[in-house]
């Protein structure tokens, strides 16, 4: 074997091997048995799943900055239980029906691995629930409860594209975070832009402007203006 099918071999048991014991750990949970036993058919499992229905390989990003990665688990946390008591408050109300809708939100970073964390973020968020995604559009479609207006499902495809950027902060590639930044840099730059564009403009006083002064060029006081005024008496 070459020394490059060597390094691929590797590589590609580097990559399998997170999911492999995600699998093996998986099977034991669902048998609610952590034995010698369970690990080894878990496995057996693990490799047929793998072999038989084997999917694309998934790049890693290779990156993960841990400031943004735990800022995302606490705004996670934060959001699910902001959710709980948003959802709660909906079902116990008996003046208002709780309304829903399924919203597209086109996603920005076209990326397997981000896709997937904004659709399980998503969906573990209590009050909306990923029906579908669309692979070949970056698309994610969400059943959401508690919308009533064309602003609240603007808002709730904000939501869902902030945890995206949240996401690439915390695990995107340095090509996505660099992206990342560029945006958030053209982004402030457009609204600044927009901000200065529509601030007033300040209007001058009446009378402060050229040819409308108050001093001795326009109501001269001086000896000849009253000597021309004598002159024409």
Known sequence: MSPDAKRGLWRE??????????LIVLWMLLWGQFT?????????????????FRLPTIELSGRINLW????????????????????????????????????????????????THVAVTSSLIP????VEADRDTRTLYLHVI???????????????????????????SPAQAARLRADERAEHDRLAGTIA???????????SGPGQGSGSGSHGSGPGSHGSEEGRR
């Open 146 to 172: 508690g919308v009533r207006s064309l602003d609240d499902v603007e808002r709730q495809r904000a939501g869902v594209l902030r945890w995206e950027r949240r996401i690439v902060r915390a695990l995107g």
């Open 68 to 115: 943004w990665a735990a800022l995302l688990v606490v705004q996670f946390l934060a959001a699910v239980v902001h959710g709980s008591l948003s959802v709660a408050a909906q079902v116990l109300n008996p003046r208002r029906v709780p309304r829903s809708a399924i919203i597209a939100v086109p996603l920005r970073y076209s990326d397997d691995l981000v896709m």
């Open 127 to 130: 009050g909306s629930l990923v």
């Open 13 to 22: 048991i580097g990559l399998q091997l997170p999911f492999l014991l995600w």
């Open 197 to 207: 564009g529509s601030a007033p403009t300040p209007h001058r006083a009446k009378g």
């Open 36 to 52: 010698v036993l369970s690990a080894l058919t878990g496995i057996g499992v693990a490799l047929f799943v793998t072999r038989v």
